[in-house]
């Protein structure tokens, strides 16, 4: 066991102690260090003013993705490459081609929100040589500009594409055979226990040294990613004792597949699961694709999305229709139980003191059945769910419903279960008259609330219009609804 947090700033070793369990990047580059180019515009890991590289190993490898400064804490830092935007120029002064792009494409006004978008650009420059403008505009969905009308960047980023300078110029190419290196010897294994102020801060070397924390501290607050968690500190100022940090456990970021469906350890980020979710089940790609900006995906965990028991998760109600079940793992040894049954009430789950939510196995729609999900937000990208719904549909001989599992988020204090629409629909034909009939059973499943991101009323209408869209969709209209429309007009 240790004591120390180690980590590269740039190209700068850095060890701390006694560190607050809920101290920032953001503030530690900013206040520790005088690297003011990261900014901080929103605090809760929106706007991407505050946007980071931060490289880690994985896979054998070493990999470099933007994060949100202002919500990563630091006691997930450990073994890790942090790249702020003061790393990019070179020696002798000569901007990076990435920064370059953006003085010539005229991509900066007040300047305030574009060393964020210069490290996005940046990271889409290190993984993609060849993007294209949807890819662009993927990596910038977690930037907010108010100034530029965004064409302006998008035009930088094809133009740097272009623009590849030898490996030497750049600084994490240049050095990344160093850089892998120095990780590996921080990467030790070992358990850190720091903190400060009374507070405590525990990063366990393994998954079994994780089960013996909690076993001893089962009040402590377990963080993989802290897209959520950071909101706590940043916007309702709690303070957190302990903290325990979970982002470096290799066992828990397994994904694996099998002619039963998809493993999916519960520190796997979005990010990581998107292209194997994408492949196998299409509809999650899709949902993953929306979830949040870049910097979140890469971050946030499915696993974390689950053991945080949010009514407006998204992953929720579309892993509950596919039948998910969830590994809970403590000291005392494994328990699985379906999905749908870990939410009991809101901000409560089956969590027993010293479990933690270990794996999730996700089952792959079987030959015939149809499956979809639905998010609708106000804004289409990087943003929270109003509701979303999720459909598994199973038809027999001669059309009818043989079965059909239907799930909503942001219908009712978790993640639920439409029972009454499944039963209205069950040995009935697929057909227009039978999903009419069923669409007054909505009100018997749910009593949604109304709030700032929609109102009882348009959420309960909404839900029953989804229900029809599926229909539709699941009827023979080959692609989605709106991208049918598109593709006509």
Not at 184 to 201: F, H, N, P, S, Y
Not at 280 to 297: F, K, T
Not at 366 to 373: I, L
Not at 466 to 488: C, D, M, N, Q
Request: some cysteine; glycine content about 10%; hydrophobic content about 40%.
């Amino acid at each position: 066991m240790t004591d120390c947090i180690r980590f590269i700033l740039n190209g700068k070793d850095v060890a701390l102690r006694d560190v607050d369990p809920t101290a920032t990047l953001l503030d530690f580059l900013r206040l520790e260090r005088r690297l003011t180019g990261t900014k901080e515009g929103c605090a809760e890991g929106d706007c991407g003013a505050c946007t980071v590289l931060v490289g880690r190993l994985r896979d054998g490898g070493l990999r470099y993705e933007t994060v949100n400064a202002c919500i990563r804490f630091m006691g997930s830092l450990h073994a890790t490459h942090v790249v702020t935007v003061e790393h990019l120029t070179a020696r002798d002064g000569m901007l990076h081609p990435v920064q370059q792009a953006m003085v010539d494409c005229h991509g900066s006004q007040c300047g305030f929100c574009t060393p964020g978008f210069v490290m996005s650009l940046y990271g889409l420059w290190l993984s993609n040589e060849n993007p294209s403008r949807a890819e662009i505009e993927k990596a910038l969905q977690g930037n907010l500009c108010r100034c530029t009308g965004y064409e302006p960047i998008v035009k930088a980023a094809e133009l740097v594409s272009r623009t590849r300078p030898s490996a030497l110029f750049d600084p994490l190419e240049r050095d990344r055979t160093a850089i892998t290196a120095r990780l590996w010897e921080l990467k030790t294994g070992e358990t850190i226990a720091t903190g400060k102020d009374g507070r405590r801060l525990i990063v366990p070397g393994t998954v079994a040294a994780l089960a013996e924390v909690l076993a001893a501290e089962p009040t402590a607050t377990v963080v993989a990613g802290a897209t959520d968690v950071g909101l706590w500190v940043t916007k309702q100022m709690r303070e957190l004792d302990p903290v325990v940090f979970i982002n470096h456990l290799d066992e828990l970021q397994r994904i694996e597949t099998s002619a039963d469906g998809i493993t999916i350890g519960a520190g796997v980020t979005y990010e990581q699961a998107s292209a194997t979710l994408g492949s196998e089940i299409r509809a999650l790609g899709r949902l993953i694709d929306r979830i949040g900006g870049q910097q979140v995906r890469n971050v946030g965990t499915i696993g974390g999305n689950i053991a945080n028991g949010s009514p407006i998760g998204d992953m929720p109600p579309a892993l509950i229709a596919l039948g998910a079940t969830v590994t809970l793992r403590s000291a005392d040894g494994r328990r699985v139980l379906p999905l749908e049954d870990f939410f009991i009430a809101y901000g409560k789950q089956d969590r027993r003191p010293g479990e933690f939510v270990e794996s999730l196995s996700v089952p792959r729609p079987r030959a015939g059945q149809q499956f979809a999900v639905y998010k609708v937000s106000k804004r289409r990208d990087e943003d929270i769910s109003a509701l979303c719904g999720a459909f598994l549909l199973t038809r027999g001989d001669g059309n009818t419903v043989e079965d059909v599992r239907i799930a909503f988020g942001g219908m009712a204090a978790t993640p639920k279960r439409a029972a009454a629409v499944e039963a209205a629909l069950r040995g009935k034909p697929w057909a227009e008259a039978t999903i009419t009939a069923a669409r007054p059973a909505f009100d018997e499943d749910y009593k949604p609330l109304s709030d700032w991101r929609a109102s009882a009323e348009y959420r309960q209408l909404t839900a029953k219009n989804l229900l029809t869209r599926f229909f539709l969709e699941a009827s023979g209209t080959p692609r989605e609804l709106k991208r049918f429309a598109e593709e006509e007009a």
